[in-house]
């Protein structure tokens, strides 16, 4: 067990969700289609970055009335083209906050600082030309 996170463009949020709860596991292609649902494409995956995480939780709690009575873990939380900004900025800045947590690991910003930036290029292209670009984690 570990903490997985992903971010991947989608038309609408709850499109990743929508497209599993439905999807088939085609044997001839080696992967899960949906003859309905377009399916969302992961533009980033991370294992076990905890401060990056913490980032994404402090932008979801400000966002949420009720976040003190919710864990954030499995959480579909969108980034628009300001949050991106202000990703680029914390990232090469070295600000993200000092995150822990029992399945989280430990800091590894240096490690993933590259990958960062390359996900925020991506994100930034995807909501530049209109889709939505979501994260999410599991722990």
């Excluded at 999807?23 to 992961?42: C, I, M, S």
């Excluded at 994404?56 to 499995?74: C, I, V, Y």
């Amino acid at each position: 067990m570990g903490l997985d996170m992903y971010a991947y463009v989608a038309a609408k949020q709850g499109q990743r969700d929508e497209f599993f709860e439905t999807a088939e596991y085609d044997e001839a292609v080696g992967e899960f289609v949906n003859k309905t649902v377009v399916r969302p494409h992961e533009i980033a995956y991370w294992r076990k970055h905890p401060n990056l995480h913490g980032w994404m939780e402090q932008l979801w709690r400000s966002r949420t009335p009720d976040a003190d009575k919710h864990s954030f873990n499995g959480v579909e939380l969108e980034l628009t083209w300001e949050d991106l900004m202000l990703l680029e900025q914390d990232i090469l800045s070295g600000r993200l906050p000092d995150t822990t947590g029992f399945f989280f690991g430990d800091p590894a910003d240096d490690y993933y600082q590259a990958q960062d930036l390359e996900f925020v290029r991506k994100a930034k292209a995807e909501v530049f030309v209109g889709l939505r670009v979501f994260y999410n984690s599991s722990w």
